[in-house]
């Protein structure tokens, strides 16, 4: 009888204190946070005339719009309507607190700078008692880029921990009963944390595809659902996607990320995404 208690009572805390981790077990979506990347001081990648930081917060407030218009009794919670700067800890705190059923994060790609060599000229120079000519280059850095495309990540499996802590912590937080009942060190407890943890990995990847699925169909190159270990992904105790919505050191996709038809697209695809997800989640 011990061990049956010592079973499920931990898995009884689990489902009354944490209703974001509900939408792990096919539960309603309640609440989702919407996270624009960067922001103030942090301008994110940069084109040939806009920053990431103001690309990112234009398409998250017209997402989180579409989705308070259309879904009344869905919550959308904003890590940033301003151009400030939440640091990775806040933007998880903001997440948590609030409970969230969906992180997701939006944020403009960008290719590294390649370097070209010109010879200009010659100068001379002494060597071992000789007059000789050294060349003279002129390097150029170069950051413009043809690659153009959509791609969505979801978190790398080796910051699964992390995001277990999180989960841990959350559960903590909500009483005292379940912090003393819900050891760490138990390996049920383990068993349990890693079990959600997996599931908003599955959910997360599933959401990605459903949102790639709709930048597919609005024409844009599908560059796929990927896995990265990035921090703002592995702080969050629920499924959660970055969308990485074009490349911004390419002239045609800054000017189509900074346009309002480009940003609305945007938006939509998302929107559509998490829509249909919804939908599946919630049958």
């Known amino acids: 009888m011990r061990n049956i208690i010592a079973v499920v009572l931990p898995i009884f805390i689990l489902t009354l204190f944490s209703p974001s981790l509900l939408s792990a077990k096919g539960k309603k979506i309640n609440t989702i946070i919407v996270d624009a990347g960067h922001g103030g001081k942090d301008f994110g990648a940069q084109g040939g005339f806009s920053y990431e930081k103001d690309v990112t917060l234009g398409v998250a407030l017209k997402l989180g719009k579409m989705l308070n218009d259309s879904m009344k009794n869905l919550r959308i919670v904003y890590t940033r309507t301003t151009d400030a700067y939440p640091t990775l800890v806040e933007r998880h705190d903001i997440a948590n607190k609030a409970q969230g059923d969906l992180f997701i994060a939006i944020h403009a790609n960008s290719t590294p700078y390649t370097y070209s060599k010109k010879l200009v000229g010659y100068k001379t120079i002494t060597r071992h ?15 413009e880029t043809s690659r153009m495309g959509v791609e969505t990540y979801v978190l790398g499996l080796h910051r699964i921990g992390q995001q277990g802590s999180e989960v841990e912590d959350e559960f903590a937080s909500k009483d005292s009963t379940s912090e003393s009942l819900l050891n760490p060190n138990d390996p049920q407890t383990q068993i349990i944390i890693a079990q959600y943890t997996q599931a908003f990995l599955t959910r997360s990847v599933r959401l990605g595809t459903k949102i790639q699925e709709q930048f597919g169909q609005q024409g844009r190159p599908d560059l796929g659902v990927k896995q990265k270990g990035l921090e703002v992904l592995a702080g969050s105790a629920m ?15 800054e ?10 697209e945007v938006a939509l695809a998302i929107y559509h995404g998490i829509k249909a997800y919804k939908g599946e989640i919630e049958k």
Do not use: D, M, W
Request: positive net charge; hydrophobic residues 30%; glycine residues 8%.
């Open 129 to 143: 008692h000789k007059k000789v000519k050294q060349p003279i280059y002129q390097t150029t850095r170069h950051h």
């Open 239 to 253: 499924p959660g996607v970055l969308v990485e919505i074009g490349f911004i050191n390419n002239p045609q996709e």
């Open 255 to 264: 000017a189509y990320l900074n346009s309002e038809k480009g940003q609305f």
